[in-house]
Structures are given as structure tokens and as C-alpha cells.
Nanobody
Framework: QVKLTESGGATVQSGGSLSLSCATSGDMEHFYCMTWFRQASGKEREGVAWIDSDGGSAYADSVKGRFTISQDDDKSTVYLQMNNLTLEDTAMFYC?????????????????WGQGTQVTVSA
């Protein structure tokens, strides 16, 4: 049984930074891709960034240059460093895992989801 637990969500002022963590448990050996998603109130869930077991990564255009995804070597924790936050970054952030051999930002590719952590950016 795989479990993903996010933490680090908070209220931060516009222009500030925040670091999210996703603690994993269970057999993660076969999960090649770890992805962060977010869902703002009234909007669809969108992929923010993914990282694969080989260290490759990709980002949504909306966060490129501001967010950085990383993970421990044993995939026990996945991180999302968020800088220069804007009001548009306010959302529930979710950690997700997929067994796919290639990674994407599509929610349809996900096998396991965490419960989410709330990020609120204030003016």
C-alpha cells in the first residue's frame, strides 16, 4: 500500500517563498514518476511539475523559473520549492505517483494521490 502525505502548506505574502514536502511510504520501487498538482477553487486540477527516477523533470509554463521539484535518492520524500509566489498560485497542492515509463502533467496518468496541502498567497 502506497501512501503519500503532503506538508508545508501555509499562507504567504505575494512574492514570498514556500517549500512543500511529500513523504512517501510503501513500496515505491515501481513508481517512476512523482508529480505535483494543484487545484484552485472552481478550477480543474493541473499538473505543476514532475520528476522521474533518473532525475529528469519538467514544469508547467505558469511555474517555470519559479518552482523547483526534487526528491531524495530513495524517493522517500519529494519536494516542491516555490519562489516568487503570486495570488494565482493559491490552491490545494497534491503529490502524486505513477508507474508510467514516461512522465507527464496529466492527471489521467496518476495511480496514487495524496490528500493535499493548502497554499494561500495573500496580497
Amino acid at each position: 500500500q502506497v501512501k503519500l502525505t503532503e506538508s508545508g502548506g501555509a499562507t504567504v505574502q505575494s512574492g514570498g517563498s514556500l517549500s512543500l514536502s511529500c513523504a512517501t511510504s510503501g513500496d515505491m520501487e515501481h513508481f517512476y514518476c512523482m508529480t505535483w498538482f494543484r487545484q484552485a477553487s472552481g478550477k480543474e486540477r493541473e499538473g505543476v511539475a514532475w520528476i522521474d527516477s533518473d532525475g529528469g523533470s519538467a514544469y508547467a509554463d505558469s511555474v517555470k523559473g519559479r518552482f523547483t521539484i526534487s526528491q531524495d535518492d530513495d524517493k522517500s520524500t519529494v519536494y516542491l520549492q516555490m519562489n516568487n509566489l503570486t495570488l494565482e498560485d493559491t490552491a490545494m497542492f497534491y503529490c502524486a505517483a505513477s508507474r508510467g515509463v514516461s512522465c507527464s502533467l496529466r492527471a489521467s496518468e496518476i495511480d496514487y494521490w495524496g490528500q493535499g496541502t493548502q497554499v494561500t498567497v495573500s496580497a
